[in-house]
């Protein structure tokens, strides 16, 4: 009797226990409800703006902060920390590097060699010659002689005695070499500055075109001159040299059967006296020391 006494006190307690939390909920709910449409109401009338703008000020230096370090993490969270992911990555980042440099190579290479075919295409629209170009691989180290190696040789059709020209920005393409010695890729160019370089040229005047030879200087520190063999006539600064293609004809070191005539060379640049013979300082339009790149002249049309 004492056991069943005691335990309905209890149950009563528990009941009413339970009621005043399960009012408190349902309070809570409907104050919850109501300020949500106080607040929809207001908002819509423009009144909670304002504080919803000063809020959202205050926060945002927050809010950003918060994702800058959520960010970071997912970064960190994502980069390989293993030693051997670590290693193969380096390797993939190192070999899509040399891709790209291989890529960016090409590109220059074609880059260069569309140039150098543009200028052959102007060169052979513009004059009756049969071209082959060539880069150019050696210069002569020294002093004693003035000489360049060509990549090209015997296998390519190249001759002794076939002029080779070069071009450089704002001149015509323009005599530099003549072919001395062959091999089958590659073959030697004797530059027109070197001392033993002799060839028959013009000088185009208003009247005429007089016969001339023309030498190398550059070794008595010069780079070309040229000597009328009519003595007569009158050597004027700023006249043109081009080759006669007579070189052949005459009895000169190197074999020159193979130079056309009308070759552009340069321009007299000063007129000088050496007793009764007139000499004529040349300026090269192009600069045999300055050209990567040559023409080889294999043929001229008729």
């Known amino acids: 009797m004492r056991d069943f006494l005691d335990e309905r006190p209890l149950k009563l ?83 899509e590097n040399a891709q790209l440099r291989n890529d ?86 004797l530059l027109i500055t070197d001392i033993s370089s002799q060839l028959s040229v013009r000088v185009l005047q208003p009247n005429g075109a007089p016969l001339g030879l023309l030498q190398g200087q550059w070794q008595r520190g010069s780079r070309l001159r040229v000597e009328l063999i009519d003595r007569s006539t009158t050597l004027r600064v700023g006249e043109h040299v081009v080759t006669a293609g007579l070189s052949g004809a005459l009895d000169l070191p190197l074999d020159l059967s193979a130079m056309p005539a009308v070759v552009p060379i340069g321009f007299i640049e000063t007129v000088r006296q050496e007793g009764q013979r007139q000499i004529g300082d040349i300026r090269p339009f192009a600069d045999p020391d300055q050209v990567r790149y040559v023409w080889v002249i294999l043929s001229q049309d008729e």
């Open 104 to 189: 960016v190579l090409r590109l220059e290479q074609a880059r260069v060699e569309n140039i150098f075919l543009r200028q052959q295409l102007a060169i052979t629209q513009a004059h009756p010659w049969r071209v082959l170009g060539a880069e150019v691989m050696v210069r002569a180290p020294d002093a004693a002689r003035r000489v360049m190696t060509i990549a090209r040789g015997a296998n390519d059709g190249v001759q002794t005695g076939m002029a080779v020209i070069g071009q450089q920005p704002g001149n015509p393409p323009a005599l530099i070499g003549v072919v001395e010695t062959v091999g089958p890729r590659t073959a030697e160019v």
């Open 13 to 95: 307690r528990r009941d009413r226990f339970g009621d005043t939390n399960y009012g408190r909920v349902v309070v809570t709910a409907i104050a919850l409800l109501l300020l949500s449409v106080i607040l929809i109401v207001l908002d819509r009338q423009g009144v909670v703006s304002p504080v919803r703008l000063a809020a959202h000020e205050q926060l945002q230096p927050v809010i950003s902060w918060l994702t800058e370090r959520r960010m970071a993490l997912e970064a960190w969270w994502a980069t390989p920390r293993d030693v051997v992911t670590l290693q193969t990555r380096v390797a993939e980042l190192e070999a």
